[in-house]
């Protein structure tokens, strides 16, 4: 067990829908990584925070949006779904802000658009 | 642009036998180096990382990775697979200073037989 902490599991949903992720890191970490992992593209990195702030971007569509709350649990919020999303959606917590800093995953989020 | 190739996506191995899964990497700058295990249905676990110093890195469950510089790879062995060693593997390569996100290899699946 990581101490990262992911819900819901599963999440099946429909085209042009709307969803949220939640993951609540590690006691102590202050990073919270979004990443988006399909069998095609494999391991992606979406986005990152800090401390409540943003601090690294990569590959996130307009349509997502995350942030990190002052608990320092975080959502992913996917709008406008479309069959692509259809992916596991991986949080991982670390200490600092340099991503070389040891990353501790949760268990996924598992989406199905359908 | 960084890069990571993992040339492998599928290996199987014997319970007992020694194992090696390869990692060639592309970086404008003296990298950070990382093996993350992915066992089915779990997030990500970091194995062992290189910073600097030895090249040869021990981590946890018996593996070890060396870095070379020349070859640019950084592959990962254990002597000796035990059939809970069935994951999947992936390279990270990262930044030695600030946050510039990790770039994560496709994966390499091992299945071990009997």
């Known amino acids: 067990d990581s101490g990262v902490t992911q819900t819901p599991k599963h999440l099946i949903t429909a085209t042009g829908q709307r969803v949220t992720l939640r993951c609540s890191p590690r006691?102590?970490?202050?990073?919270v990584y979004w990443y988006q992992q399909s069998l095609d593209q494999g391991l992606q990195f979406l986005i990152q925070?800090?401390?409540?702030?943003?601090?690294a971007k990569g590959n996130i569509l307009e349509r997502f949006s995350a942030q990190q709350f002052p608990d320092l649990h975080s959502e992913l919020n996917l709008s406008s779904l479309e069959l692509g999303d259809s992916a596991l959606y991986f949080c991982?917590?670390?200490?600092?802000?340099?991503?070389?800093?040891?990353?501790?995953f949760g268990p996924g989020t598992r989406l199905t658009v359908l | 642009a960084q890069s990571v190739t993992q040339p492998d996506i599928h290996i199987t191995v014997s319970e007992g036998a020694s194992l090696e899964l390869r990692c060639n990497y592309s970086?404008?700058?003296?990298?950070?180096l990382f093996w993350y295990v992915q066992s089915p249905g779990q997030g990500l676990q970091l194995l062992l990382k290189?910073?600097?110093?030895?090249?040869l890195v021990q981590g946890i469950k018996g593996f070890e990775a060396e870095f070379k510089r020349s070859q640019s790879s950084f592959n990962l062995r254990k002597p000796s697979v035990h059939w809970s060693d069935a994951a999947e593997y992936f390279c990270?390569?990262?930044?030695?200073?600030?946050?510039?996100?990790?770039?994560f290899g496709k994966g390499t699946r091992l299945s071990v037989i009997a």
């Open positions: 991982a917590s670390s200490v600092g802000v340099q991503s070389y800093n040891e990353q501790f």
């Open positions: 006691s102590g970490d202050l990073s």
């Open positions: 925070y800090y401390n409540g702030e943003e601090r």
């Open positions: 970086y404008g700058a003296t990298p950070y």
């Open positions: 290189y910073f600097s110093g030895d090249t």
């Open positions: 990270a390569v990262g930044p030695n200073s600030g946050n510039t996100p990790l770039v």
